[in-house]
């Protein structure tokens, strides 16, 4: 089976860093998405990581550590718009199916 | 716009009854996923096809059932529907390949009264 935890709620001001931090268990793996969704909005791909490492996209970033199952998503310059949840989800070795995360809710104050 | 599109937007029905969901993937995309979200839980997986044919299943109820059409778009079944099966479906799409991401619809919000 697989598991997967992130935090449920985080807070941060307008301008600031917020880290959001997802530890997975699986069996086998092929990879590790972060999606973002807007409240009652479909879900958007954000970042992708399958080596060790960080990637970057803009004010965005992700980094995956395979050993620890650990990955990261870094949100920098925080915009209001940027109020959302954030996914972590998880391609197991077989088949394209992803295992999602309960989800961290950011909310970006002024 | 992620290129999927998903129909009914809403749908609202009663109990017992049986509606049906329509998704049509982004031009080129050969898979399909199907997604469950209730209210404050997280993306539940239901099922997947790939050019037509069943390829996973997760936490799907038997009273769902879902197929994908040669023309690849895919319909998700519901029936007998109870109070708890509320929620907003989602449909995804990829091209099958490991390390391409899925695509989602803007989802259905289904409503049972």
């Known amino acids: 089976g697989q598991n997967i935890d992130q935090p449920t709620e985080m807070t941060a001001t307008e301008g600031a860093i917020v880290q959001i931090n997802c530890t997975y268990q699986?069996?086998?793996?092929?990879?590790l998405f972060w999606y973002q969704q807007h409240a009652g909005e479909a879900p958007t791909f954000l970042s992708y990581?399958?080596?060790?490492g960080l990637e970057e996209k803009g004010r965005f970033s992700s980094f995956l550590s395979r050993s620890k199952g650990y990955s990261y998503l870094l949100l920098k310059e925080l915009q209001m718009k940027d109020s959302a949840s954030y996914l972590c989800a998880v391609k197991a070795a077989a088949g394209n199916k992803l295992t999602f995360g309960g989800g961290t809710r950011v909310l970006v104050k002024p | 716009d992620s290129g999927v599109t998903q129909t009914p937007k809403h749908l609202i029905t009663a109990t017992g009854q049986r509606v049906t969901l329509r998704c049509s993937p982004r031009?080129?995309?050969?898979?399909v996923y199907w997604y469950q979200q209730s209210l404050d839980q997280g993306l539940q997986f239901l099922i997947q096809?790939?050019?037509?044919?069943?390829?996973a299943k997760g936490n799907i109820l038997e009273r769902f059932s879902a197929q994908q059409f040669p023309d690849l778009h895919s319909e998700l079944n519901l029936s007998s529907l109870e109070l708890g099966d509320s929620a907003l479906y989602f449909c995804?799409?990829?091209?099958?390949?490991?390390?391409?991401?899925?695509?989602f619809g803007d989802g259905t919000r289904l409503s049972i009264l």
């Open positions: 995804a799409s990829s091209t099958g390949t490991v390390h391409q991401p899925q695509h």
């Open positions: 990581n399958v080596l060790d």
């Open positions: 031009s080129g995309d050969l898979s």
């Open positions: 096809y790939y050019n037509g044919e069943e390829r």
């Open positions: 699986t069996s086998g793996f092929n990879g």
